[in-house]
């Protein structure tokens, strides 16, 4: 079962607006959320995270929201930069079988446009 | 700090065929993952190691994949034998003791493309 879902496969926005990237997700058991961003032919590497009991976190041009009762977060990055194109992954993070892991979404590719 | 190093970065077998994987985590770190990254799908977790022993390997396909991490440094896994669907990328993950699951810090994994 996908318990971690971003319905959008790609996502294209132009230089200096900006981009809000959308996560879904089912099991009220989460105790953190992330976003990665992945670059072709590199690993994801972390981007910002929140805790189950915020709603909001900030780091720079980087803000996550979390919408527990509808079981949603979304990653708002304002301004756009072309540097930003890539692909991001939503991830959740509960402890199963007495250790942390993480369950990731699908990824969605931000492309922004000059 | 060096970054978790793994090799090799592609791989091309035919079905059938064994091949193996090697992973170098970030030196200190005590816990170590396996993902499986499967085109347009996110990371899925295969195997999680904290120092020698496996915390959760519940998602392995043990009937032909095998993991081990020597001495609690570097990780091999195993596919042996093949199947067309194991062409993925497999990448490696590591953390140090008592982070929570955001500090992973991945390799640039490998690309295995199974004919």
């Known amino acids: 079962d996908q318990q971690v879902k971003q319905n959008s496969p790609s996502l294209s926005v132009q230089e200096g607006r900006i981009s809000i990237l959308n996560c879904d997700y089912t099991?009220?058991?989460?105790?953190?959320f992330l976003w990665y961003k992945k670059y072709p032919a590199e690993g994801p590497t972390f981007l910002i995270s929140i805790s189950s009991i915020k709603d909001k976190n900030e780091d720079g041009r980087f803000t996550v929201f979390l919408n527990k009762s509808a079981k949603h977060l979304s990653l708002h990055i304002v301004p756009s930069q072309p540097g930003d194109s890539a692909v991001y992954f939503c991830?959740?993070?509960?402890?199963?079988?007495?250790?942390?892991?993480?369950?990731f979404g699908q990824g969605t590719r931000l492309t922004i446009n000059p | 700090e060096a970054g978790v190093a793994q090799s090799p970065r592609y791989k091309i077998i035919e079905k059938r065929q064994s091949v193996a994987f090697w992973c170098n985590p970030i030196s200190g770190h005590a816990t170590l993952y396996w993902y499986q990254q499967i085109l347009g799908q996110g990371p899925k977790l295969l195997i999680q190691?904290?120092?020698?022993?496996?915390?959760?390997d519940s998602q392995l396909p043990k009937d032909r994949f095998s993991a081990e991490r020597l001495k609690g440094v570097d990780s091999t896994l195993k596919i042996q034998p093949a199947k067309l669907e194991d062409s993925a990328v497999y990448l490696c993950?590591?953390?140090?003791?008592?982070?929570?699951?955001?500090?992973?810090?991945f390799g640039p994994g490998t690309r295995l493309t199974v004919t």
């Open positions: 991830a959740a993070s509960a402890v199963r079988q007495g250790a942390q892991k993480l369950v």
């Open positions: 993950a590591s953390s140090s003791r008592g982070s929570t699951a955001y500090e992973q810090y």
């Open positions: 190691f904290q120092n020698n022993g496996v915390v959760d």
């Open positions: 099991n009220s058991m989460f105790d953190y």
